[in-house]
């Protein structure tokens, strides 16, 4: 129950949780109101799992896509307070 509590929570560089961006699907472990299903056209396996490996590739593809977004605006915060560094000449007492 830890580890679902710790994997189901939204991380802030990519705002979903880790347990989203493997399995493609956020979980509830408590669905007291479980809403009802829609009537849908029946899928062979191999549509299921088509459609199963085109969410998680558009996952993985929305979380790097935040990542280097929150990569770069901490470049960014890092970077507003960082002085050139001394430039040495050979010869020079370091």
Same mark, same amino acid.
């Given at each position: 129950?830890? #580890?679902?509590?710790? @994997?189901?929570?939204?991380? %802030?560089?990519?705002?979903?949780? +880790?347990?989203?961006?493997? %399995?493609?699907? %956020?979980? #509830?472990?408590?669905? !007291? @109101? #479980?809403?009802?299903?829609?009537? =849908? #056209? +029946?899928?062979? /396996? !191999? $549509?299921? &799992?088509?459609? !199963? *490996?085109?969410?998680?590739?558009? &996952?993985?593809?929305?979380?790097?896509?935040?990542? &280097? *977004?929150?990569? $770069?605006?901490?470049?960014? &915060?890092?970077?507003?307070? =960082?002085? $050139?560094? /001394?430039?040495?000449?050979?010869?020079?007492?370091?």
């Amino acid at each position: 129950m830890a #580890e679902l509590a710790v @994997n189901n929570r939204d991380a %802030h560089s990519t705002g979903v949780s +880790p347990f989203f961006l493997s %399995h493609g699907y %956020h979980v #509830e472990p408590l669905q !007291i @109101n #479980e809403p009802l299903r829609s009537v =849908r #056209e +029946p899928r062979g /396996p !191999i $549509q299921q &799992a088509d459609l !199963i *490996v085109r969410q998680l590739q558009e &996952a993985r593809e929305w979380a790097q896509t935040l990542m &280097a *977004v929150a990569q $770069q605006e901490q470049e960014e &915060a890092a970077n507003r307070t =960082r002085q $050139q560094a /001394p430039q040495f000449r050979v010869g020079d007492k370091v």
